[in-house]
């Protein structure tokens, strides 16, 4: 088995509250899962969002910056 680390910051924070832009839906973030890939050292996010069960991507601006 290989041995692998990564570091990486994810954007957002169980409990944030976000909303949809196209039909203004808001939502919870209720869990967040990470995936990194040793290949191609990349690493993404999923998020479950008001406990559904479901996990999620979602598309952060480059230029996003947290407040």
């Known amino acids: 088995m290989q041995y692998a680390t990564f570091k990486a910051h994810c ?9 949809d832009e196209k039909s203004g839906d ?17 690493v993404e996010f999923q998020y479950e969002l ?6 999620v991507g979602i598309a952060v601006p480059a ?5």
Do not use: L, Q
């Not at 939502?27 to 890939?37: G, P």
């Not at 230029?63 to 407040?67: L, M, P």
């Open 11 to 19: 954007p957002f924070e169980i409990g944030d509250k976000i909303r």
């Open 26 to 42: 808001s939502y919870t973030i209720t869990d967040i899962a990470c995936t990194h890939f040793v290949k191609t050292n990349r």
């Open 50 to 55: 008001n406990d559904s069960g479901r996990y």
């Open 63 to 67: 230029n996003w910056i947290s407040i």
